[in-house]
């Protein structure tokens, strides 16, 4: 049981890692919202991970910065209206990198 | 690159970003409730669980804000806040502080402008930098001043200039205007000292050449004001050409007025030698 709590600020959180499911994620299901992408990550973690869902978002800020991934408004699935991120090409070649 | 741009836009649009992650984060935490509520909790419960499946929001705002937008900005916005809403509360001190360092800035920029005018700024004159100063140079001093018989023989004979213009030290006079009297500073120049300058006047007519003509004598004597002396002592009179200065006596009829205030009470131009400034047919006031 490996307990990774993002919300600590400094040094040891390893970025990289959540950067990395998430855009695996992506790469894997397409277009999803914050909710589900977290979701998913726990899934696929199968409790070797405590997230906090929360801590995905400034993952996907960073993710958006460096232009990996984008975002645009959708319809989820109950018909309420999230943020979708999807992955873009650049972020396919550094996944295959 | 990217990353910098996508900070300082963030700047910009910080509100509506902000907005923007609150809704997410609202439309994230009802997602979670709904899938509690699903497996069974009641509202409360599912409310709950969700935010302690989300994590602490404040937290994960500020690490977002951090990663977002240059931290540097926002915490020295930070601290000017902070530091307006602590002046506000103590007025007296602010407004004492407000008062010395307006007086102390004041002085220096009212120093500095001084010594601008004086010293590092080109006259308003016409191609400052084609103007040079004649002198006479003796045992006694470098810098003097041409008599006016060496001021013909230079216009005469020499090869090198443009034009020259000759000038007297300013001193201060008494002027008389309708009985009022006045002080003013006044100089004696050749005719052709404003049209060589390019200074136009305001109203009527400067210095031609023929006012400085001994043979035939000019009948008139003109005398060309200065703007701020024509404010303050002939109260800004629109219909001051013609009117008659009598300066140390001697009758002038104001001939012209200056629009603007040009230094010509300059030691950086040439001279005529005082004794000579009463044969000179115009004069000029200068301030």
């Known amino acids: 049981m490996l307990p990774i709590n993002m919300n600590q600020p400094n040094a040891e959180v390893p970025y990289g890692m959540l950067d990395l499911m998430v855009l695996k994620t992506l790469a894997a299901l397409g277009p999803l919202h914050g909710y589900g992408i977290a979701r998913r990550i726990e899934q696929v973690a199968q409790g070797s991970l405590a997230l906090n869902q929360g801590t995905i978002y400034p993952a996907l800020l960073r993710l958006g910065q460096k232009g990996w991934l984008k975002s645009d408004w959708g319809m989820s699935e109950n018909n309420r209206r999230a943020r979708f991120y999807s992955i873009t090409a650049t972020g396919r070649r550094h996944l295959s990198a | ?287």
Not at chain 2, 41 to 55: C, T, V
Not at chain 2, 64 to 85: C, K, M, N, T, W
């Open chain 2, 1 to 287: 690159m990217p990353t910098i741009r996508s900070r300082l836009l963030d700047i910009v649009f910080r509100g509506r970003r902000d907005r923007r992650l609150a809704d997410e984060v609202q439309s994230h935490l009802e997602f979670l409730s709904d899938e509690f509520m699903a497996n069974g909790m009641s509202p409360a419960e599912a409310h709950l669980a969700a935010r302690k499946s989300f994590g602490g929001v404040d937290q994960m705002k500020a690490l977002y804000r951090e990663q977002r937008g240059l931290p540097f900005i926002d915490s020295i916005s930070q601290d000017v806040r902070h530091a307006v809403r602590g002046l506000r509360r103590t007025p007296t001190f602010t407004v004492i502080s407000v008062v010395i360092l307006a007086l102390a800035i004041g002085a220096n920029v009212g120093v500095v402008s001084l010594l601008n005018a004086l010293l590092v700024r080109e006259l308003a004159v016409r191609e400052p930098s084609s103007l040079v100063q004649v002198a006479f140079a003796s045992a006694g001093e470098t810098d003097g001043p041409l008599t006016y018989t060496m001021f013909q023989e230079l216009s005469a004979r020499q090869q090198v200039f443009f034009a020259v213009l000759g000038w007297t030290g300013a001193s201060v006079r008494d002027v008389e205007i309708d009985g009022t009297t006045a002080s003013a500073a006044v100089f004696s120049a050749t005719g052709n000292w404003f049209a060589e300058l390019g200074v136009r006047p305001a109203l009527g007519r400067l210095l031609i050449e023929n006012d400085m003509s001994l043979a035939p004598l000019s009948t008139e004597r003109v005398a060309v004001i200065g703007y701020r002396f024509w404010q303050r002592h002939l109260l800004g009179d629109p219909a001051v050409v013609g009117r008659t200065i009598r300066i140390n006596g001697v009758a002038l009829t104001m001939s012209a007025l200056l629009s603007v205030v040009i230094p010509v009470c300059d030691w950086r131009l040439s001279r005529m030698s005082q004794s000579h400034s009463q044969r000179s047919r115009s004069l000029t006031t200068c301030l």
